[in-house]
């Protein structure tokens, strides 16, 4: 049976209300989401905030709004999982037409923001297309080793620059991923999303959704100087059995990469060290 709730505030002596759920049927209210602060709709139809969490035609136009997809919410605090809904207390109303900053949002509209941004993913400066290759940190002539194209190897073990793979980044275990281009003409640092690949992993039961900063960190002989912009390897793994199992199916594609910060410096020049704006 699907658990009903309401909103109520509890106020002492004036201060400022705290809204709280008092459950009526069902279980208990779940535990806090782990981490993060914000959610971005990954919807393509966007998302409803509902004042209760039931079908929306169940509700009055007064007690439900629409948020526009890709829109980023700042939550004021950990959002309340509820079901197949969570309940969010939003900082700031999420539209000017909609009056509600509290209230239910179906879980599979969104996506938590675990991960730091430095920059801004929705604010695009330049589009081109490109078309995928793939490689792995495999140490041989071919695929390059671990460490990026501007890597100090007489540098202590924390300076090194290492490669940051679409693996590890799904895993969880890092903010960024790394894809090789033309470093003659795209310059080091420079940040992009790939919408489409976005989407094609969270088809693939890979992700769940939401923006992902790749950034051009690497280079190589079959780039540079030849292929400008119309070509990105992507570092997906590992060694090459990650290539032929799980990712051999982005090889080749042609994608609309969206720039969201321009590097500075071209080969063999590597500029400030990126890495430390995701920390």
Not at 45 to 64: F, H, I, N, Y
Not at 237 to 253: L, M, P, T, Y
Request: hydrophobic share 40%; with cysteine; proline share 6%.
């Amino acid at each position: 049976m699907r658990a009903l709730g309401a909103v109520v505030c509890l106020c002492f002596f004036g201060l400022s209300c705290t809204p709280m759920v008092v459950l009526t049927t069902g279980t208990e209210l779940g535990s806090p989401m782990p981490t993060g602060n914000s959610f971005f709709v990954v919807s393509e139809v966007g998302a409803l905030l509902k004042t209760d969490p039931v079908e929306a035609s169940d509700l009055r136009p007064a007690q439900k709004c629409k948020i526009n997809a890709g829109v980023k919410m700042e939550l004021a605090r950990p959002a309340m999982p509820f079901g197949d809904h969570y309940f969010v207390e939003l900082k700031t109303q999420p539209d000017s037409n909609c009056s509600l900053k509290v209230g239910y949002i179906y879980s599979k509209q969104l996506a938590q923001v675990q991960r730091k941004f430095p920059v801004d993913p929705t604010a695009v400066l330049d589009t081109f297309d490109s078309v995928a290759s793939l490689y792995s940190i495999e140490n041989t002539k071919m695929e390059g080793g671990a460490y990026d194209r501007c890597d100090y190897k007489k540098a202590p073990p924390e300076d090194r620059r290492r490669l940051s793979t679409l693996e590890d980044y799904l895993a969880g275990k890092t903010n960024w991923v790394a894809i090789a281009m033309d470093s003659k003409v795209v310059p080091y640092g420079t940040m992009v999303r790939i919408p489409k690949l976005e989407d094609q992993l969270k088809a693939h039961g890979m992700y769940p959704g939401g923006p992902i900063i790749f950034v051009i960190t690497d280079g190589g002989s079959a780039f540079d100087g030849i292929l400008k912009w119309k070509r990105f390897d992507l570092c997906v793994g590992d060694n090459k059995d990650d290539i032929n199992k799980k990712f051999n199916w982005i090889d080749k594609q042609s994608f609309s990469m969206k720039i969201l910060h321009r590097g500075v410096a071209l080969a063999p020049e590597c500029g400030t060290d990126f890495r430390k704006s995701f920390l």
